[in-house]
Nanobody, 127 residues
Framework: QAQLVESGGGLVQAGDSLRLSCAASGRTFDAYAMGWFRQAPGKEREFVAGISRSGSRSYYDDSVRGRFTISRDNAANMGYLQMNSLKPEDTAVYYC????????????????????WGQGTQVTVSS
C-alpha cells in the first residue's frame, strides 16, 4: 500500500500556473500507476489525469488536456501535476491516487481502480 501526500496547492489568479506534488512512501513507487483527481464544492470527485508506472503513457480529461501535464520521478518517489492557464472552474481539492500494477503501460482512469489516496490539496483560482 502506498502512502501519498499532496502539496503545492494555493490561491492563484486565472491564467496562472501551479505545480502539485505527490510524495509516495515505500520503495516500490515504480510499481504503481498514478492518477490525479479533483473534487469541486458540491460536485463529485472526477478524473483529471493518469500516468503509467513507467511514465511512458498518460491520459487526460478533455477539460484539462493541453493545459495540465502529469509526470513522475520514480527515483524520488514523486508524482507531479503541472497546471497552466488555470481557470476558475479548476477550483477544487486535488487528490493523487495510486495502484500497484503489473503492466508498465497501464493508465487507470476510474476512481474505483485506485485503492490508495492522499488527503488532498486545495486549489483556488480567482477570476
Amino acid at each position: 500500500q502506498a502512502q501519498l501526500v499532496e502539496s503545492g496547492g494555493g490561491l492563484v489568479q486565472a491564467g496562472d500556473s501551479l505545480r502539485l506534488s505527490c510524495a509516495a512512501s515505500g520503495r516500490t513507487f515504480d510499481a504503481y500507476a498514478m492518477g490525479w483527481f479533483r473534487q469541486a464544492p458540491g460536485k463529485e470527485r472526477e478524473f483529471v489525469a493518469g500516468i503509467s508506472r513507467s511514465g511512458s503513457r498518460s491520459y487526460y480529461d478533455d477539460s484539462v488536456r493541453g493545459r495540465f501535464t502529469i509526470s513522475r520521478d520514480n527515483a524520488a518517489n514523486m508524482g507531479y501535476l503541472q497546471m497552466n492557464s488555470l481557470k476558475p472552474e479548476d477550483t477544487a481539492v486535488y487528490y493523487c491516487a495510486a495502484k500497484q500494477v503489473v503492466s508498465t503501460s497501464t493508465v487507470l482512469i476510474a476512481q474505483l481502480s485506485y485503492p490508495d489516496w492522499g488527503q488532498g490539496t486545495q486549489v483556488t483560482v480567482s477570476s
